[in-house]
């Protein structure tokens, strides 16, 4: 099987990995990671006529510089991390959309109360399985494709490449809906696979199991078990 096939990229424990890490961090510097709580922060202004394709290019050039600039992320430091996520990646996530298409069904039949743990937990669980891979990004630069989209259409396929001096580069594409004059991102593709199709097949086979509850829980106790700066453990 060829390696990048080999890249799961829902894993909490895999450090004997580097492509993995490698990967995770090409992504999240790209600047489209799903990651916050998607709750009570607003949004920040959206460029006027801004295309799905612009914005991606303009947040994921930023996104890299940041990154490289700052050590306290490339040490997996979870306030920093929370702070360039809220601040610089969430305004263009819808992430309770996100949520909800990962927990499928599980997501229609939650309380208000559960839909919020749920959130709350799955931003956890991306927070750490990505700060360990932060410290991987270095001399990368994003490619955008050709948007090939209808005019008019509100839902579109984002398509880029992370080029990385020595390596192949990594596909990385994104689901974006259209939300008032802005876009926002829903799903993200590495090498193909699409993390809310990932997240939905594992998030199922939990909570057939325990119900919504245990979900939750299973969730939780994997945050917990990584705990506040051993995020970078969990990658």
Do not use: C
């Not at 060829?2 to 895999?14: D, G, I, P, S």
């Not at 006529?49 to 947040?59: F, G, K, T």
């Amino acid at each position: 099987m060829n390696e990048h096939r080999r890249f799961r990229l829902a894993e909490t424990r895999a450090p004997h990995l580097p492509l993995r890490r490698r990967l995770m961090s090409a992504a999240l510097a790209a600047g489209a990671l799903a990651l916050g709580a998607g709750l009570g922060f607003a949004p920040a202004p959206v460029l006027a006529e801004e295309s799905p394709d612009a914005l991606i290019e303009r947040v994921g050039n930023e996104l890299i510089r940041l990154i490289a600039d700052d050590e306290a992320i490339k040490r997996g430091d979870m306030g920093a991390i929370n702070r360039l996520v809220d601040e610089k990646v969430m305004p263009y996530v819808n992430f309770e959309r996100m949520t909800a298409l990962s927990a499928g069904r599980w997501w229609r039949e939650a309380t208000p109360e559960q839909r919020k743990q749920l959130m709350t937990e799955f931003r956890n669980m991306l927070l750490r399985t990505y700060s360990g891979a932060l410290e991987q990004v270095g001399n990368q630069t994003l490619r955008m494709k050709p948007l090939r989209a209808q005019p008019g259409a509100t839902d579109v396929i984002v398509r880029s490449e992370i080029v990385q001096p020595g390596r192949e580069p990594i596909q990385l594409d994104y689901r974006m809906h259209k939300v008032g004059d802005g876009w926002k991102i829903y799903d993200l593709n590495i090498l193909g696979i699409w993390i809310v199709e990932t997240y939905r097949s594992q998030f199922n086979q939990e909570a057939q199991r325990t119900g919504v509850d245990g979900l939750i829980r299973s969730l939780a106790d994997k945050n917990r078990e990584f705990g506040p700066g051993k995020g970078s453990q969990g990658t």
